[in-house]
């Protein structure tokens, strides 16, 4: 599964989307959409939409192009912007979509959120779920986000090593992108990160990978972060 701002390298080999790839390259933009194949039922968020793949994908970008001489390629791309399909045709044997462009909720809803969420929360502070990390601000939720990374670096059990991080880059300076970078590195399940995908909430995709993190601490393996 791929996410904005976040890079993304790909082995193209069958020929459909070598022929995809060429389009793109020849018609200047450089940019096709991915979405993810269907496994199981459709996720919430997809409705009604009826297609051996999910309804929301993301742009990307290609930032270099390596071609060998049997026709495949290693593809560098970087993830720009999250859509929704509205409909969809064949053509060469892969799919060409009408999309809208999907967009987060503005500042002033987020902190109207925020707000009613710390003032209304009474969720056991031991429960691991998105409503049991409402009492914390969108900004500690960033924040811890960001310790638990440091902790797993200094970790001999992290996923988080120079070459991962020299391969995904540091973890993002925006709130908006640290769950998109996270969702990438982290080992959970691909419907577990679509739902970071579709949220147009900030403070949501911060407390759904927040989830994440506090199941993967309360694991015996784990090297508990002080203060967490």
Known sequence: MTFPRVPMFLHVFEPRYRLMLRKVINDGSRSFGMVSHRRGPAPPADGDFDAPFTRYGTMLYITNLQMFPDGRSLVETIGTYRFKIMSYTWQDGYPIAKVERVEDIAYA????????????????????????????????????????????????????????????????????????????????????????????????????????????????????????
């Open 109 to 228: 809803d987020e902190e109207r959120i925020e707000m009613a969420e710390r003032r209304h929360d009474t969720t056991p502070e031991n429960a691991v779920t998105s409503e049991s990390l409402s009492h914390l601000s969108t900004q500690e939720l960033y924040r811890q986000g960001l310790e638990f990374v440091n902790s797993m670096r200094n970790s001999s059990t992290g996923w988080f090593t120079d070459s991962i991080l020299n391969t995904y880059g540091q973890p993002p300076q925006d709130p908006a992108v640290f769950p998109f970078w996270i969702a990438t590195l982290l080992p959970v399940h691909g419907r577990e990160r679509y739902t970071v995908l579709v949220s147009t909430s900030v403070r949501e995709r911060l407390k759904l990978v927040m989830v994440w993190i506090r199941s993967m601490q309360q694991r015996s393996w784990y090297v508990k972060i002080p203060g967490l």
